[in-house]
């Protein structure tokens, strides 16, 4: 593993020059923050339990960040790794092929850490975002970012796997990461939701990594058994699945 850290180097070059996953990670939260927090400030609404739209939209727009590395760039660029023979041809040298996969899951980690960042700092400066109010909720909310980011690498890793080319994987990557963040509240609080959008987004995970943030965040008094529950459910099952069925080539 000594060529780890060129690798890293070279995939975190490599990420900068593609602008897909930048754009939605970096830029696509904060312009989505900026547009609502623009149009509703942050003044409290009793729909939202006293607290303002932009204490509310941005831990369910972290779920973005992570969303967009996991779900699309991180299982991609294996995809595409793979169909190009790049993964088989490393596993004819002595440099373990393995360093790619964990190559990529760093430098998309790092991508979700700093749109993470520029985006608690885009609503802390012009909107007054409302930080978590102690340590234990910063901790939380730390943690329950992690978890939330585990639940779509796994969910990615289990899209790398399945695809049997770059292009089906872009196909199958669209049609999971769409319904993930228009339709769990990431985007679209789940509160103005009918009913029977509700009923459609307990389905996915993403809706539970919301939750869970906004509980963390907010510190509230929510149970999140069921959102824990759910999201290891997901890191452990989805893991298994993508180490079954990967191919290396």
Request: charge should be positive.
């Given at each position: 593993?000594?060529?780890?850290?060129?690798?890293?180097?070279?995939?975190?070059?490599?990420?900068?020059?593609?602008?897909?996953?930048?754009?939605?990670?970096?830029?696509?939260?904060?312009?989505?923050?900026?547009?609502?927090?623009?149009?509703?400030?942050?003044?409290?609404?009793?729909?939202?339990?006293?607290?303002?739209?932009?204490?509310?939209?941005?831990?369910?727009?972290?779920?973005?960040?992570?969303?967009?590395?996991?779900?699309?760039?991180?299982?991609?660029?294996?995809?595409?790794?793979?169909?190009?023979?790049?993964?088989?041809?490393?596993?004819?040298?002595?440099?373990?092929?393995?360093?790619?996969?964990?190559?990529?899951?760093?430098?998309?980690?790092?991508?979700?850490?700093?749109?993470?960042?520029l985006l608690v700092a885009a609503g802390y400066l012009f909107f007054g975002?409302?930080?978590?109010?102690?340590?234990?909720?910063?901790?939380?909310?730390?943690?329950?970012?992690?978890?939330?980011?585990?639940?779509?690498?796994?969910?990615?890793?289990?899209?790398?796997?399945?695809?049997?080319?770059?292009?089906?994987?872009?196909?199958?990557?669209?049609?999971?990461?769409?319904?993930?963040?228009?339709?769990?509240?990431?985007?679209?609080?789940?509160?103005?939701?009918?009913?029977?959008?509700?009923?459609?987004?307990?389905?996915?995970?993403?809706?539970?990594?919301?939750?869970?943030?906004?509980?963390?965040?907010?510190?509230?008094?929510?149970?999140?058994?069921?959102?824990?529950?759910?999201?290891?459910?997901?890191?452990?099952?989805?893991?298994?699945?993508?180490?079954?069925?990967?191919?290396?080539?």
């Open positions: 593993m000594r060529m780890l850290w060129p690798i890293v180097r070279f995939e975190w070059r490599r990420m900068r020059r593609n602008f897909g996953p930048v754009f939605f990670a970096l830029a696509f939260p904060v312009l989505m923050l900026c547009m609502f927090g623009g149009i509703y400030g942050n003044e409290p609404a009793p729909e939202f339990g006293g607290r303002g739209t932009v204490d509310m939209s941005v831990p369910a727009y972290l779920v973005l960040v992570v969303a967009v590395t996991g779900l699309m760039s991180f299982p991609l660029g294996l995809a595409e790794y793979r169909d190009r023979k790049v993964l088989k041809r490393f596993r004819a040298t002595p440099v373990d092929a393995s360093a790619f996969l964990i190559a990529q899951g760093l430098v998309n980690l790092a991508l979700s850490l700093l749109g993470a960042l975002l409302h930080l978590p109010a102690s340590p234990a909720a910063g901790a939380a909310t730390a943690g329950a970012l992690l978890l939330c980011a585990l639940s779509m690498y796994a969910l990615g890793g289990v899209v790398a796997a399945v695809a049997r080319s770059e292009r089906s994987a872009v196909a199958i990557a669209n049609l999971v990461y769409f319904p993930m963040i228009f339709l769990s509240g990431a985007t679209i609080p789940l509160q103005i939701f009918p009913d029977t959008m509700k009923t459609i987004s307990a389905a996915l995970p993403a809706t539970y990594a919301v939750e869970l943030l906004q509980h963390a965040w907010l510190d509230g008094p929510a149970d999140v058994a069921l959102d824990l529950g759910v999201l290891a459910g997901v890191v452990v099952l989805g893991t298994a699945a993508a180490a079954r069925l990967f191919r290396w080539e």
